[in-house]
């Protein structure tokens, strides 16, 4: 085996900033910086600070630069519905800098916020590379999160504009996307002054003139804009993710880091070249469909995929073996849930073997653990090497991997292999000390973290320093815990806060509790993720009634679930409640919700030395079985 991989992960390590030069010179500057890392004010480290570059010049007007405009971008693929279509890289840079004259015309310049609220239709990533045109800030919604979700990061952003489309198609049901929006403005407090809205064939929705406005007609009278000078330290995006408390945190991302970092990882990450089809099977709601739908692919100059379906139901198990097979993919990017999907549906994999898969080299996981099962099904079923590899939305790339363009590795299941070049992973335990190879504790990242990486939270300097970068000095706590064997392979084994994993979407278990304490009959509550063979986690609720509800438990059950359906949106995946006579807790009244999850998975415990009740635990496993969420016996 060759060192490659050792010496380029050392050079990354102990001269991180000639390691990151070298690497910015493979992308497009107005301006190249001369300063590569300023880290006069931890944690807030600035890359490349006197860069002067351009997101969407990057993406699409550099390979037209090189005389690669006729290639192919963007496919997209909507099983649902049936439509495909192919953009060229001329033809995308067209749209695109069409509808960033529509932005222009609404009064939309460097440094405001755009809200985009879309399905996974080419009119999103236009949206998203208009925005980055002109040097607008774009904040994109998963087009399944509840009004209030949206009216929250409406505030937040304060967002002039909001970008939508009429509905977005799920197996079997359209999700019209108007009534959504119109509730979300009416209940935010910072007030939206236009929207505009693409109208989806045969379920159009109906505007109010003047402030809302169809795609159409805003292009009516757009021209042509080119794309602005940016200082490498300004915004591209902000991307709303869950906090401990259910408040959401704006995780911004800097264009100039994060243009390098991304191109970066395309060759050595994950082996694609220029000419390589590539697909990303997420949403661009989530920032694997930021990063790797939109950006890393088109920074890399390659082909990527765009598609609106499900890996089961559009129309059957071998969906994802149809788009593979139709474009010649060479890699797939997707969640382990996918693939559980997949192989609940098919276990034999019988729609496989209709397809020719002979340009497909290798398949990544990402978005929660990947169970060894499903690992070793996918790896015998394509004969084709299957990753499983760790990062954060915090992160917007690859914390561990193996490197597939630089050196393969072996797997070890139930490993995300290896930190990547420009990340010092650590494991510190409970008394701050550094933990030996083997040994559990808090997985941290040594500062200064690398370019593409989360400098702060929008309007929160204060939060990002205390929520991350506080616990330990000097590193960037992930609040994942696990360990990191002899060979340097690192294990997550479990999250440190309240945030749960539900089909590679991290949601707060905190912000479900805050619903459920809506409820009028509910007097106290905890909700957490319970293992799930399908989604990684399911979230559950127990709840306790105040004293003398006489409404009875089936019905507050199925109150509080809507509620939450309401409130959060289906993503949540909430479908259980459970009435219960009490919550077990310490003394010091804390909810011994690691505990609850331990007793709810099956999986060994000990009795906390400072619960308050200890026969409570007891009572919570009889009302678990009594509720087929575990097995007697």
């Known amino acids: ?39 006069s004010n931890p944690p807030f480290y600035k890359w490349f600070e006197d860069g002067v570059t351009n997101t969407c010049y990057n993406a699409l007007d550099v390979h037209i630069d090189k005389g690669q405009g006729k290639k192919t971008a963007l496919i997209y693929d909507s099983p649902i519905t049936g439509n495909k279509s192919k953009l060229t890289y001329e033809e995308l840079r067209s749209k695109v800098s069409k509808f960033a004259g529509v932005l222009t015309n609404q009064g939309i310049s460097k440094g405001d916020r755009v809200i985009i609220y879309m399905p996974m239709i080419p009119e999103a990533v236009i949206a998203m590379l208009a925005c980055g045109r002109i040097g607008a800030i774009h ?24 970008v939508t489309a009429s509905c977005g198609f799920e197996p079997g049901r359209t999700v019209e996307y108007k009534p959504l929006v119109d509730e979300a403005i009416k209940l935010a407090s910072h007030k939206i002054s236009k929207m505009i809205l693409f109208q989806r064939k045969g379920h159009e929705a109906k505007l109010n003139a003047p402030n809302e406005i169809s795609w159409e007609e805003a292009l009516a009278d757009a021209k042509d804009t080119d794309c602005v000078e940016m200082n490498s330290n300004e915004f591209a995006y902000i991307l709303y993710t869950s906090g401990t408390t259910g408040t959401p945190k704006g995780i911004v991302r800097d264009i100039g880091g994060h243009i390098v970092a991304l191109k970066w990882t395309m060759k050595n990450i994950y082996n694609i070249d220029e000419g390589d089809i590539w ?6 709601g989530w920032i694997v469909g930021h990063s790797y739908i939109v950006y890393a692919p088109l920074f890399k100059g390659c082909t990527t995929v765009l598609f609106e379906g499900k890996p089961v139901g559009t129309p059957d198990a071998g969906a994802f073996w149809k788009i593979i097979s139709d474009y010649k993919v060479k890699s797939l990017f997707t969640a382990p849930t996918a693939f559980r999907a997949i192989k609940k549906e098919d276990p034999e994999g019988k729609f496989f073997s209709k397809y020719d898969l002979s340009n497909f080299e290798s398949l990544f996981l990402a978005g929660e ?22 990062w954060q939305t915090e992160t917007s790339w690859a914390i561990s991997s193996n490197c597939t363009g630089i050196e393969m590795m072996k797997t070890k299941y139930g490993s995300a292999c290896k930190a990547v070049p420009g990340y010092d992973v650590k494991v510190i335990k409970s008394d701050q000390t550094l933990a030996k190879s083997n040994e559990m504790g808090d997985i941290v990242v040594k500062l200064p973290l690398p370019p593409g990486t989360f400098p702060t939270l929008w309007n929160a300097d204060q939060r990002y320093k205390e929520n991350y970068m506080s616990n330990y000095d000097g590193y960037y706590q992930t609040y994942d815990a696990g360990h990191i064997d002899e060979d340097g392979y690192i294990w997550i084994m479990s999250r440190t806060d309240d945030i749960i994993n539900v089909a590679g979407h991290r949601l707060s278990t905190g912000a479900i509790e805050e619903v459920l304490s809506e409820h009028q009959s509910v007097a106290e509550c905890a909700v957490l993720g ?23 438990n089936e019905t507050i059950s199925k109150e509080c679930i809507k509620m939450v359906r309401d409130k959060i949106g289906p993503v949540a995946a909430f479908k259980v409640a459970i009435v219960i006579k009490r919550l077990p807790k310490t003394r010091s009244g804390k909810i011994l919700r690691g505990t609850i999850r331990k007793i709810a998975d099956n999986v060994e415990y000990k009795m906390p030395p400072t619960i308050d009740d200890p026969a409570i635990l007891s009572e919570i496993k009889e009302d678990l079985i009594k509720n087929n969420i575990l097995k007697s016996g």
């Not at 990151?20 to 910086?33: C, Q, V």
């Not at 319970?530 to 009875?552: E, R």
């Open 1 to 39: 085996m060759s060192h490659k991989f050792k010496e380029i992960y050392k050079k990354s390590i102990e001269d991180p900033e000639n390691f990151w030069r070298e690497a910015s010179d493979d992308i497009f500057w107005f301006k190249k910086p001369s300063k590569i890392l300023n880290k």
């Open 279 to 284: 697909w990303s099977a997420s949403d661009i």
């Open 369 to 390: 653990r990947a169970d060894p099962d499903t690992i070793k099904w996918a790896e015998n079923l394509l004969n084709v090497p299957v990753i499983d590899h760790w």
């Open 530 to 552: 319970i293992a799930d063979k399908l989604k990684g986690q399911l979230p559950i609720g127990l709840i306790v009634l105040k004293a003398g509800v006489d409404k009875d």
């Open 139 to 162: 904040s994109v919604v998963f087009g399944g999160f509840a009004s209030n979700e949206l009216a929250s990061r409406i505030d937040d952003s304060k967002a002039k504009i909001l």
